[in-house]
C-alpha cells in the first residue's frame, strides 16, 4: 500500500516527529493539529473559539493540500487542556460543521503546554 507524506506552509509546521497528514488507503490521516499560526510560528489566539478556529483553518489548509476538504472528514478527535472550554470549543465547531457533523471524540491533554487550550486531530475521505 503507498502512502504519501502531506505538506503544506499554510498550515503550521510539524515537529520532526511525524507529519502533518498522510495520504493512504483513500484517506487522509491529519496529525494533532495545534492553533499554530503557520505565518508566525505562535498560537493564534486567548480563547478556545480562537483556537478552535485555527486549528480547523490549520487542517483546512491540510486537507486541501492533499486533495480532499472539511466536508470530507469522517472522524475527528478533539483533546482540550481545561474540560471547561468544552462548551466554547463546540460554540465555535458548530460554525463550521453546522449539519451532518463527522463522528468526534474527545480527550483531555495529557501534559501542560503553557497557552495551548485545544489540538484537533482528522481523518477525511481522500
Not at 478533539?78 to 458548530?94: K, R
Request: hydrophobic share 45%; charged share 20%.
Amino acid at each position: 500500500m503507498a502512502r504519501d507524506i502531506v505538506f503544506t506552509p499554510k498550515a503550521a509546521k510539524p515537529p520532526p516527529t511525524y507529519s502533518q497528514a498522510v495520504k493512504a488507503a483513500g484517506l487522509v490521516f491529519v496529525s494533532g493539529t495545534s492553533p499554530v499560526d503557520p505565518t508566525t510560528g505562535t498560537f493564534k489566539g486567548m480563547t478556545i473559539q480562537e483556537q478552535t478556529r485555527q486549528c480547523l483553518t490549520n487542517i483546512q489548509a491540510i486537507l486541501e493540500e492533499a486533495g480532499s476538504a472539511l466536508e470530507k472528514i469522517v472522524s475527528v478527535t478533539v483533546i482540550l487542556a481545561d474540560e471547561d472550554d468544552f462548551a466554547g470549543m463546540n460554540e465555535e465547531w458548530l460554525k463550521w460543521f453546522p449539519t451532518d457533523p463527522p463522528a468526534r471524540q474527545g480527550a483531555k491533554l495529557p501534559v501542560r503546554v503553557p497557552g495551548l487550550l485545544v489540538s484537533i486531530a482528522a481523518i477525511a475521505e481522500a
